[in-house]
């Protein structure tokens, strides 16, 4: 009598590095502090995929098209024709209207320009990367130091070069539109060195109070099983 041995074929599929990025974005997408604040550009996977650049692009998007981004452009413009910032545009409806559009023009180029265009063009990541372990102090650091540094998308650490020029060229544009008494370069650099420590700010935010405040956050990567 032959024994004749069984040949066992093991089959792993495994998803392509695209699929296992839309996967991702599809939970950073549900990520609504309050149950209704957009936070789609923090991802709670350290090792999460790199974006494609049509992913930062429709990232870019939805954020730019939520409900909740028109919500705050009003609010915006209302703090600063109450101030009477923007003093050129004057007031009433018609200034009310000329600063709201300046206010969602600047979300609209900042957004695109700082977290779409730059990324792709320089291969870097625009989300904030949540560290969540470690102490209070070393916490605080990483997430002031990311206000300037960012992932790139080979995964290693990088000067945030998107950030920072998105915010400039974001501000040289409004330069187009803005009032003549609040225009030129100086203003320029004054608003990008503002939004870097707004930045800082909100990162802390997100280490410490944005995930508690946050519904559907996932502990686990959610392209694996």
Known sequence: ??????????????????????????????????????????????????????????????????????????????????????????????????????????????????????PSLLKQDPRYFYKGSGTKRSRVLYAMANSVICKGDNGHWQANYSGILGSLAAGGISNLYYPAHDRGAGLTFENTLIGIGATATANVLQEFVVRKLTPHVHDHDPAKP
């Open 1 to 118: 009598m032959l024994t004749i041995a069984t040949a066992v074929t093991e089959i792993r599929v495994v998803p392509s590095q695209l699929e296992v990025a839309e996967e991702q974005i599809k939970e950073q997408e549900k990520q609504r502090p309050l149950g209704f604040i957009p936070n789609f550009y923090v991802s709670y996977i350290t090792n999460a995929a790199p974006l494609t650049s049509k992913q930062k692009f429709e990232l870019a998007g939805k954020t730019i098209v939520d409900p909740v981004t028109f919500g705050l452009t009003a609010a915006v413009a209302g703090l600063q024709q109450a101030d009477n910032e923007l003093g050129g545009y004057g007031q009433g409806a018609q200034g009310y209207a000329k600063r709201y559009g300046a206010a969602y023009a600047d979300t609209v180029t900042g957004t695109l320009i700082g977290s779409a265009i730059l």
